[in-house]
């Protein structure tokens, strides 16, 4: 997970080269103010003004230090140092901050742009198999909890690595028995805390799904809440987020557990070896070995690498759900691309569109068997058939949306997997019942996508035509109201003919229509199927009809069922066939209309 995570962390060299140095810088300041004390207490107890008793290393530093014969000017000297010593190390931890906390964020960012990009170019087969709530999660809190790994392993991390390293220079150089003793924590510490570790990382993965499972109940509730009120469903969905909130605190307690018992035993096994320390070491001052001045100064800069050895021990553990929550988003990262096979860029339909014997399948499960049929520039194709039957996966398959198992379709003769992706879709428009608007004013809505492409004026044609304008200019402030949330503001049918005025200024020769007012009062549906009338002009248009009545002027109607075309022709030829499936559906609507 770190190596993947590099790549992220390079664009930001400068910030990490910063932090590392600054970090340095004050592992040594730390160090070097510590054994100062050698000097004070050997003034300070020996009383010895002519001749101090510091090691060769360090007395070339303390020349200017140290004044002969005064031993007040001496301490007073050595205690300055100390204090700009002190200074200079928090400042340069200060900077350390405020780089590494950039450096964090702009990591975080980066991160979370780039799983978003790699979102957006995910073929839909994959939305359609992902909760919402889980795409959210790994896109929002995954990558905020990724940084933590950056937290730990740059900014404190490496400053408590500096100071343990410097120390064990100073220790190792002062008496090498004695640090050898101090040693003993580090494999012990990594020995025990293992299993702990791999028990953690698992944990954060569980906690990572079940967030995610947390994050689908809610919104799946608040985005369908008319029909939760309307089914009196309150308490059903309390009841259902109530329990997946406790399956996530409950894994959050669990991982809690595990990450607190990494920290007593650190301590105690760190406290342990420095009373050892102390043990050998008043034996080596006694038989003369060790001045008791550098004793203690040993044991002083021991106990000050607790605190590091302690964080530096709580770093894996504390980094185990950044890794978790890594892993979660490169396992997005590792999916497929949507394939653009295509090398060729078309501009416009002239033609025919050629279904030739094309089948589909969802994860081995067939949809779609043997579908061969030609729609001709300007006709007015309908699909129906009962629910299941393909016909949204058939219109699907057009602006290849998911790709043909077998067979082919053709585009004025070009397959369309030879097209790219962007140029095919740039012909198609689609109009469906469940509109999608977005938190942006109406002018934006309409031209979705298109930021400086469209005039005013052309906008507002658009809306015109579609039996708009009247309503837009009623809002607050015309077509640069907000419209809030998948456009709540507005009514289905007015939504609806925002859908279709987008359709119109985006002028796509092949339009996609999924029965638009199917759930429209007879107002609505007529300034809505006004709309319709001008949209379709001059168009090849793909209709899903739910509702026979709305397509008996159908240049053809293909009939589906179980993934077949088992009837095809004009409305007027498939009601003449006596036991057809058409003639069927059209009994069962029109006697249900005539109750």
């Known amino acids: 997970m770190l190596r993947r995570l590099l790549p992220f962390l390079r664009p930001h060299a400068w910030r990490m080269a910063v932090t590392v140095a600054c970090n340095l810088g004050a592992a040594v300041l730390d160090v070097f103010s510590l054994t100062l004390l050698i000097p004070f207490l050997d003034l300070l107890f020996d009383q010895q003004t002519t001749s101090v008793k510091v090691s060769a290393r360090l007395r070339p530093l303390f020349e200017r230090v140290l004044v002969p014969d005064d031993t007040m000017a001496s301490l007073r000297n050595i205690i300055i140092v100390i204090m700009a010593a002190v200074v200079a190390k928090n400042v340069l931890v200060w900077v350390s901050g405020q780089v590494g906390a950039s450096l964090q964020e702009y990591i975080t960012r980066d991160l979370r742009q780039s799983l978003y990009a790699h979102l957006q170019r995910l073929p839909l087969s994959w939305f359609t198999r992902t909760r919402a709530g889980q795409v959210l999660a790994r896109l929002l809190t995954d990558t905020q909890q990724t940084k933590q790994v950056i937290t730990e392993a740059v900014t404190r991390s490496i400053q408590s690595a500096a100071t343990i390293l410097v120390s064990l220079g100073w220790l190792f150089s002062t008496s090498w028995r004695l640090s050898l003793l101090a040693l003993v924590v580090a494999p012990l510490l990594i020995g025990l805390l293992q299993p702990l570790l791999r028990k953690l990382r698992k944990g954060h993965g ?126 997005v990262t590792d999916h497929p691309l949507e394939k653009d096979t295509g090398r060729t860029q078309v501009t416009a339909f002239r033609g025919e569109i050629v279904f030739d014997a094309v089948n589909f399948a969802y994860d081995d499960a067939p949809v779609l068997r043997d579908i061969s049929f030609t729609a001709r520039r300007g006709d007015l194709v309908a699909l129906v058939g009962p629910s299941g039957a393909g016909k949204s996966t058939l219109v699907d398959l057009i602006p290849r949306f998911y790709e043909v198992g077998s067979g082919r379709i053709l585009l004025d003769g070009v397959d369309t997997r030879e097209l790219t992706l962007r140029s095919l879709r740039a012909l198609t428009g689609i109009v469906s019942q469940d509109t999608v608007l977005f938190n942006d004013t109406v002018r934006n809505n309409i031209a979705y996508a298109s930021p400086g492409r469209f005039t005013d004026a052309q906008v507002e044609a658009a809306a015109r035509a579609a039996n708009a304008h009247d309503f837009i200019m009623g809002l607050p402030s015309g077509y640069d109201t907000m419209l809030g949330e998948r456009g709540t503001r507005l009514s289905g049918g007015q939504r609806q003919r925002l859908a279709i005025a987008r359709a119109l200024l985006a002028d796509p020769p092949i339009l996609i229509l999924d029965e638009a007012t199917s759930a429209l009062d007879t107002e609505s549906e007529r300034q809505v199927q006004e709309a319709i009338d001008r949209l379709l002009a001059g168009r090849t248009v793909f209709v899903i009809a739910h509702r026979l009545s709305t397509v008996t002027h159908a240049t053809r109607i293909l009939v589906l069922d179980g993934g077949r075309i088992v009837e095809h022709g004009t409305h007027a030829e498939l009601v003449a066939r006596e036991g057809g499936v058409y003639r069927r559906l059209h009994d069962l609507q029109f006697a249900a209309a005539a109750s």
């Open 206 to 331: 569980r906690l990572g799904n079940q967030y995610g499972d947390l994050t689908s109940t809610a919104q799946e509730a608040i985005s369908g809440i008319r029909l939760v009120k309307a089914s009196g469903a309150e308490t059903f969905e309390v009841a259902r987020f109530n329990e997946a909130s406790s399956r996530y605190a409950t894994g959050m307690v669990r991982v809690a557990r595990l990450a607190n018992t990494a920290q007593p035993i650190t301590e105690t096994l760190a406290t342990a070896i420095a009373m050892v320390i102390l043990w050998v070491g008043a034996r080596q001052v006694q038989s003369a070995a060790l001045d008791p001045s550098t004793l203690i100064a040993f044991l002083v800069i021991v106990m000050r690498m607790l605190q590091p050895l302690k964080q530096l021990s709580q770093v894996q553990a504390m980094a185990q759900q950044s890794l978790a929550a890594a892993a979660r988003i490169f396992e």
